[in-house]
């Protein structure tokens, strides 16, 4: 059953109860250090759900049993925490280039606005790939996290988050609008993933696509591409021996990232 207490202490965040900056940082950082994303948390073959998840049993299987999950059980579960606790807390959309393409909408990615003290800040513990280890301003204004550069720019669609590494030109993250969401605006999302699952002519193999924060960096395994972020700057490796891949798996799954 979601019990916050039991949250805060999984994340290593035990009594981190204040309505600040400086634990809003923790709680999110923190967040992505414990409880990875993961696509092999839930059996594709037990169907997709998106907008009627039973927060207690996906809490139970995501947080306290340390499983993790997509956006869209990560950031729920993150939004339901903030929400108690006592932050000013709505639901954002976005999308990328790669989810436009894969399941049609531009409602894809799940992820949080926290506003604080006149400011709004973007909160994201869902994201498979190199992003935000803190709480993001919505600003114009440059900003560094850990050897990695990020801004909000204007785009067709909305906003773009941009990301730039230490030795990478800027890139688009996600794109967004500052629309507050319901959870059944995931409904195409949800729709689409079934179909795809449907098709008979679909391979039937589970993707592995897992990260997981650690002091100074991320790391994310995409089925052979292994990516490190440490300090800004990325080193990919393609591992093609299965006893390394599971080795790195269960690494970034459940183990010590140092």
């Known amino acids: 059953m979601f019990d916050v207490g039991t949250y805060l202490r ?21 967040h992505l250090m414990a409880i990875p994303y993961s696509s092999l948390a839930y059996d594709i073959a037990d169907g997709v759900d998106i907008v009627d998840l039973d927060d207690d049993v996906v809490f139970e299987r995501t947080i306290a ?7 869209y ?15 000013d807390v709505t639901l954002l959309a976005g999308n990328t280039a790669e989810g436009r393409q894969n399941f049609g909408t531009d409602v894809e990615h799940m992820f ?11 909160v994201d513990v869902g994201y498979p790939g190199p992003t935000y280890v803190e709480p993001l301003r919505v600003c114009d204004k440059v900003q560094t ?39 059944s605006d995931w409904k195409e999302l949800e729709d689409n993933l079934r179909e795809i699952l449907a098709d008979p002519e679909r391979d039937d193999s589970q993707e592995v696509l897992c990260g ?30 299965d006893d390394e891949h599971r080795m790195l798996l269960s690494r970034i799954l459940f183990g010590d990232l140092g």
């Open 212 to 241: 997981r924060a650690f002091e100074d960096g991320q790391v994310f395994l995409r089925q052979r591409r292994y990516l490190t972020v440490r300090n800004g700057r990325e080193q990919v490796r393609t591992i093609t021996d």
């Open 112 to 122: 949080c606005r926290v506003t604080l003290d006149g400011d709004a800040w973007l």
């Open 65 to 71: 049993d340390g499983h993790g999950g997509a956006c």
């Open 10 to 30: 999984r994340i290593g965040c035990a009594g981190a109860t204040g309505v600040n900056l400086e634990t809003l940082r923790t709680l999110q950082r923190k």
């Open 145 to 183: 996290q850990y050897g990695s550069q990020f801004r909000l720019v204007g785009h067709e669609s909305g906003t773009a988050l941009q990301r730039r590494g230490a030795a990478t030109r800027w890139g688009v993250v996600y794109t967004f609008t500052t629309k507050s969401r319901q959870w």
């Open 73 to 87: 059980h990560l950031n729920r579960l993150f939004f339901r925490l903030l929400s108690e606790l006592g932050y």
